[in-house]
């Protein structure tokens, strides 16, 4: 299993961060401050950073030239709302080896993630494609839904697609509403609940065959999808 570290102060985000990555299969832990980073990236117990680049004590530019100086070779994705071609530049410049700017979409952060994984130690952490329950068979990548007992097919569409692999890697569990958000609009998307639950409802609908599991509603919770008899 993968271990992250987070380097990060804003508490909500990086609690949606760390929710996302636990979800995801990795193992992470999170720090607030610059000196933490630097003292944790040494200590060789990780396999990537994900580094903010506004940070007390020591911004994540400065953190990443330190480790670099040093001889550190931990690979680094900077997290900034900085967007300009020149913020960029400065910091692969810097020593960092991928650059996302805030706000991201979860989707985007695990993908980005994983590529970082795969380039800088040549091992592939990516989760099997094809994700099966029951009957349902789907295919992540081409985000192509297969009912097996009766044969209907079909291509979904992108924000589908993410709450259904969601449902599927964690069937029979109760995913919050502001977990399903966060995973399909990102972090920092100003999205109603009711945009939610629309899309919630045309997949449930797609799954109402004979033997299909459906998706529930858990008043005040948020959704599952049903467990298999």
């Given at each position: ?207 109402e065959n004979e033997g299909c599991p ?16």
């Amino acid at each position: 299993m993968p271990k992250i570290l987070l380097v990060e102060d804003d508490v909500e985000l990086a609690n949606a961060v760390i929710s996302l990555l636990d979800e995801e299969g990795f193992d992470a832990d999170w720090v607030q401050d610059g000196d933490e980073a630097l003292h944790a990236a040494r200590s060789g117990a990780y396999d990537v950073a994900l580094m903010d680049v506004m940070i007390p004590s020591r911004d994540g530019l400065s953190v990443v030239a330190r480790l670099r100086k040093d001889g550190e070779r931990l690979p680094v994705m900077m997290l900034t709302a900085r967007d300009s071609l020149s913020d960029r530049v400065r910091g692969l410049e810097t020593g960092a080896d991928d650059y996302l700017v805030k706000p991201f979409a979860g989707t985007e952060l695990i993908a980005r993630l994983r590529a970082l994984l795969r380039r800088v130690g040549g091992q592939e952490w990516d989760d099997p494609d094809l994700l099966t329950y029951g009957p349902l068979s789907f295919s992540v990548s081409a985000r192509e839904l297969t009912i097996e007992h009766t044969g209907e097919f079909v291509v979904l569409p992108p924000k589908e697609a993410v709450l259904l692999e969601m449902f599927l890697r964690h069937p029979n569990r109760i995913l919050t509403r502001s977990q399903l958000m966060d995973r399909v609009w990102g972090f920092e998307g100003d999205v109603l609940e009711n945009t939610l639950e629309s899309y919630v409802s045309r997949l449930r609908k797609r799954l109402e065959n004979e033997g299909c599991p459906t998706i529930q509603t858990i008043r005040g919770l948020g959704y599952r999808l049903q467990k298999l008899p």
